[in-house]
């Protein structure tokens, strides 16, 4: 990024992002949310804050039900913008807009049996990012578990957030779902430390469980007050994960606006969690780990240079998913196989990689995120893996008591045969004092082993491919190779004639201060002369002077003619596994020569071939440019041999002069 990218960051504030939360209801006379100071609004498209209220259970956050109020604030987290009052109610992501489900009444909690009709609701609406602070008190891995994780691998654009309980112990379902985001609470404190009622990992299935954490203690946020036409403005702090789990989606959007801004596409739920997880910065020590899953995120991580990677980047998610028919039953029956989206979806022993450079001085973070199959499939077992020029490698979540990954060489075992956790977010952070020296860094994501389902090269729950979204910090990619530039100070002129002497003064600049071989060439449609002396290896940039003496350049070759040009012709050497040499040529205009020899006399009148203008041109322009290749390459042999073996055999032979 440069530096108006940089300080893009902190003005992100979630616009064109939308966020569902299903909740209490929401008060929507509050500050926050009614579409003006004195005017509630009707929710759709066209209102400030609420395009969509799922009003089918309850259509307010009704003073008297269960958990009255609860809604209000976590939406006001996600999103409040308030016309007045207290400032510090403003959400993170002030700009995004909400998608209601109001899922208490009076009987209380009413959530569907089928959550996976809230996702697909959701999803029609534009939304990926899905708060949900709630669930039952069981450690068990349920019903509604495997929903989400069913629904999530189906729709790689649907992230749930779930809060895991304020129990002090195992974390609690859904947010044990595979695919979900659990986020435990923190303070807002700069060194930050952990809530002490925060329900934690490993979860049930043995997972690290908790992904994030984020503030959750004495989050001032939008309090309802229960009435309808109240205009109120009240704010109030509460405590727990169900307060963390809006303030990590809160970013999460800010993570989506990002992409969007600076890629132009809607990031999928894998890359946002991949993202997210980067973002972390630890409380308790470097390590991912059941209490702070990455730690608590920042910005700060994308300051500098990033680079993201998408198996699922396609241009119009949402018309993709409703060409599926848009719920789970007609996902599970029209599987996809990944037309329209850029791809790879790896099947078993399928890799992907690309090759980059270190930032010098920074530390490089990989981490590398895809959904996991529900309970009772096997996890798919996708490898990330990073290898270094110099023969070493670091694999996923392999991290020492450092916080860095431990590097290996190629020689001491084969990455593959390394450990694997069932996790499905992995990470590698490799020092910058461990890259010093290294030229490139190859980032491999490896189907390792992948359950094969009844649709085979289809996605999905019966699928036996994987995408993946992967970002990297610390890297940059490969600066693209650009031809030298030559520009000219001195030279013959159109229609120029010459009785004497002449020189050729140029500037030769090449933006990666690579080194280059210049050679120089005068050609006629009869013949060409290459010019020895001006032929040179140079590893700066240069002022040249060419002076070309006709009496010993040039005779005895009939030189007194109108068709002569000159030719430059420049190679880089930039040649490496990602980039070739570069080669530049500029051709002059034409000009004449008419020599008289002091030492002979010759008849004034010698004839000057005349020949048509265009054929001409064009019979110089051919044999001059195939003729002023070859010389050069062969110069180029004395700086840098390779580049002939990779050109040589494929010019023709030089051609003879016709005299």
């Known amino acids: 990024m440069d530096v108006d990218e940089e300080s893009a960051l902190w003005v992100l504030d979630g616009s064109g992002v939308v966020i569902t939360v299903a909740d209490t209801g929401i008060d929507l006379d509050h500050s926050c949310f009614r579409n003006s100071t004195n005017e509630v609004g009707t929710p759709g498209p066209e209102h400030r804050k609420i395009i969509h209220l799922n009003d089918t259970i309850d259509d307010w956050d009704t003073q008297g039900h269960q958990q009255f109020r609860h809604g209000t604030h976590i939406a006001g987290i996600l999103a409040c913008d308030q016309l007045e009052g207290d400032n510090s109610m403003r959400s993170l992501s002030s700009g995004a807009k909400l998608v209601v489900q109001d899922i208490v009444d009076s009987s209380g909690w009413s959530v569907p049996n089928d959550v996976t009709s809230l996702l697909a609701e959701s999803s029609r609406h534009g939304a990926i990012i899905n708060s949900w602070s709630w669930g039952d008190n069981t450690v068990n891995y349920t019903e509604r578990s495997s929903m989400i994780d069913e629904w999530t691998v189906e729709n790689p654009w649907s992230l749930v957030f779930v809060a895991p309980g304020n129990t002090g112990n195992t974390m609690l379902e859904p947010s044990n779902a595979y695919n979900a985001v659990a986020v435990v609470a923190s303070d807002s404190n700069e060194n930050g430390s952990l809530w002490s009622g925060n329900s934690h990992g490993p979860d049930v299935n043995d997972r690290r469980g908790v992904f994030i954490a984020a503030p959750g203690v004495s989050i001032v946020s939008a309090k309802a007050d229960g009435t309808r036409m109240g205009m109120n403005n009240d704010s109030y702090a509460m405590t727990g994960t169900s307060m963390a789990t809006p303030m990590a989606a809160s970013f999460t959007a800010l993570l989506q606006e990002l992409v969007q801004n600076e890629y132009d596409y809607t990031p999928s739920a894998p890359l946002l969690r991949a993202m997210l997880a980067a973002s972390g910065e630890g409380l308790i020590g470097g390590d991912p780990d059941p209490m702070q899953g990455f730690g608590r995120p920042s910005l700060e991580s994308f300051e500098n240079d990033f680079i993201v990677y998408d198996s699922y980047k396609t241009d119009d998610w949402v018309a993709l998913i409703e060409s599926r028919g848009g719920t789970l039953e007609s996902f599970k029956s029209n599987p996809w196989n990944g037309t329209g989206a850029a791809g790879p979806f790896l099947a078993e022993n399928e890799s992907w990689a690309q090759l980059y450079q270190p930032v010098s001085g920074e530390d490089v973070e990989v981490v590398m995120s895809y959904n996991a199959r529900p309970g009772g499939y096997p996890i798919d077992d996708l490898r990330l893996i990073i290898k270094t020029s110099d023969g070493r490698f670091a694999v996923d979540d392999e991290m020492s008591n450092s916080g860095y990954s431990q590097l290996y060489y190629e020689s001491f075992t084969n990455p593959l045969q390394m450990n694997s956790s069932n996790e ?236």
């Open 424 to 659: 499905t977010t992995v990470m590698i952070r490799i020092p910058s004092t461990q890259l010093e020296g290294v030229e490139w860094v190859s980032v491999e994501v490896v189907a390792n082993d992948i359950f094969d389902g009844m649709n085979d090269g289809y996605l999905g729950l019966e699928g036996t491919r994987v995408g993946f979204g992967l970002v990297a910090t610390g890297l940059q990619n490969f600066t693209q190779n650009m031809p030298p530039e030559i520009t000219i100070i001195e030279a013959p002129g159109e229609g120029e004639n010459y009785t004497d002497n002449f020189s050729i003064k140029m500037n030769v600049f090449d933006r990666e201060n690579d080194s280059y071989v210049l050679a120089i060439r005068l050609n006629n449609s009869n013949y060409s002369v290459d010019l020895s002396d001006c032929g040179m290896v140079m590893d700066v940039e240069s002022e040249i002077l060419c002076e070309i003496d006709i009496s010993r350049d040039l005779i005895p070759r009939p030189v007194n003619r109108e068709d002569w040009r000159f030719e430059v012709i420049v190679v880089d050497d930039n040649d490496s596994i990602w980039t070739k040499p570069e080669m530049s040529v500029y051709l002059g205009n034409n000009f004449s020569i008419y020599w008289t020899s002091p030492m002979v006399d010759i008849d004034e009148d010698e004839p000057i071939i005349e020949q048509d203008d265009v054929v001409k041109q064009n019979r110089a322009f051919v044999w001059g440019i195939v003729g002023v290749i070859f010389g050069v390459i062969v110069a180029a042999g004395m700086m840098f041999r390779g580049f002939e073996k990779h050109v040589l055999d494929d010019v023709p032979a030089p051609f003879r002069e016709e005299e």
